[in-house]
C-alpha cells in the first residue's frame, strides 16, 4: 500500500520560512520522481515544485528563489523549503509521486497571514 504523508504546514507570517516534509512508503523512492503542488480555495491545483530521481528540479515561476525542493532517497523522504512567504502562497500543499503510476498525499495547510 502506497503511503504519502506530509508535514510541517501551519501559520507562519508573511516573510517566515516553514519546511514541509513528504515520507513515502510502499514505493521504490529512488525511481520516483516527487513534487510538490499547491490548491488554495476557489482555484486549481497548481505545480509548485519537481524533483527528478536524478535530482533535476523544476519550479513554478512563482516560486523561483523562494522556495527549494531536495530529498533523501535513504529516509524515503522528499522536502520544501518555503522562504521569504506571501499571502499568495496560502494553501492546500500536497505531496506527488509519479513514475509509471501516479500518487498523492491527502495534503497539509499552510497559511501565510499576519
Known amino acids: 500500500q502506497v503511503q504519502l504523508v506530509e508535514s510541517g504546514g501551519g501559520l507562519v507570517q508573511p516573510g517566515g520560512s516553514l519546511r514541509l516534509s513528504c515520507a513515502a512508503s510502499g514505493i521504490i523512492f529512488s525511481i520516483y520522481g516527487m513534487g510538490w503542488y499547491r490548491q488554495a480555495p476557489g482555484k486549481q491545483r497548481e505545480l509548485v515544485a519537481t524533483i527528478t530521481s536524478g535530482g533535476s528540479t523544476n519550479y513554478a515561476d512563482s516560486v523561483k528563489g523562494r522556495f527549494t525542493i531536495s530529498r533523501t532517497n535513504a529516509k524515503n523522504t522528499v522536502y520544501l523549503q518555503m522562504n521569504s512567504l506571501k499571502a499568495e502562497d496560502t494553501a492546500v500543499y500536497y505531496c506527488?509521486?509519479?513514475?509509471?503510476?501516479?500518487?498523492w498525499g491527502q495534503g497539509t495547510q499552510v497559511t501565510v497571514s499576519s
Open positions: 506527488n509521486a509519479w513514475y509509471i503510476s501516479q500518487y
